[in-house]
């Protein structure tokens, strides 16, 4: 098996950990998939418990992170490239696009998963960290003044790869480029449903709870 194929693989079935299927399960007893959007992801999680939605987007984006370290140190233990050479990052780049793609169609739950956006929060934190700050900024914004959380999390998508290469916060690399764009496509593309609602008009809005005086 080669370095890349492994690479692939690790960060593929670190990706398809269903943490949002397994938390409900475990602490409600119930598929989340039969509730809210039918989506294994935080958003859905936290319609039933905000706790576990919490805990499913920090694990979410932590599963992220770790494959995106695990690609770079089997680069690094291959021999095939300095800490910072671009060759690194192409092992990191592969990696982040395979544990997104885990999340999205995990093998465990016949490939019906979440949509990406909790665990690409970890791939970026390891591949451009500046540019997720920016586009978590930007996320934040949409939200507030919209309160669609799909709204700003495909605009944050869409411009995701923009911000990246305004910033130059690439490593000059091209496969990290390559794989922030596939990501950001992804993610855009499970989101369909998501849009479809958005220009009918009948998009879930997030929900504020009023306090009372």
Not at 63 to 72: E, H, N, P
Not at 118 to 125: D, K
Request: with cysteine.
């Amino acid at each position: 098996m080669s370095f890349y194929t492994a690479t692939a693989a690790i960060a593929y079935l670190l990706g398809s950990i269903p943490f949002g299927y397994i938390l409900v399960r475990v602490f409600h007893g119930q598929d989340v998939r039969e509730s809210g959007s039918g989506n294994i992801g935080a958003t859905n999680v936290a319609r039933s418990s905000p706790a576990l939605g919490a805990l499913t987007l920090l694990l979410d984006a932590t599963k992220g992170l770790l494959a995106v370290t695990a690609g770079s140190l089997l680069a690094a233990s291959a021999g095939r490239a300095a800490a910072t050479g671009p060759p690194l990052y192409s092992f990191a780049a592969l990696a982040a696009v395979c544990a997104v793609v885990g999340h999205m169609f995990p093998v465990w739950l016949k490939f019906r998963g979440g949509k990406g956006v909790a665990t690409s929060v970890g791939v970026f934190l390891a591949l451009a960290p500046k540019t997720l700050l920016v586009a978590l900024a930007l996320f934040v914004a949409l939200v507030a003044v919209f309160r669609y959380v799909s709204l700003g999390s495909i605009i944050a998508a869409a411009a995701f790869p923009l911000i990246a290469y305004a910033l130059h916060n690439y490593h000059s690399s091209p496969a990290t480029l390559a794989a922030i764009c596939a990501i950001a496509v992804l993610i855009i593309i499970k989101h369909r449903e998501n849009i479809r609602r958005l220009l009918a008009g009948t998009e879930n809005r997030l929900a504020l709870k009023k306090t009372r005086a």
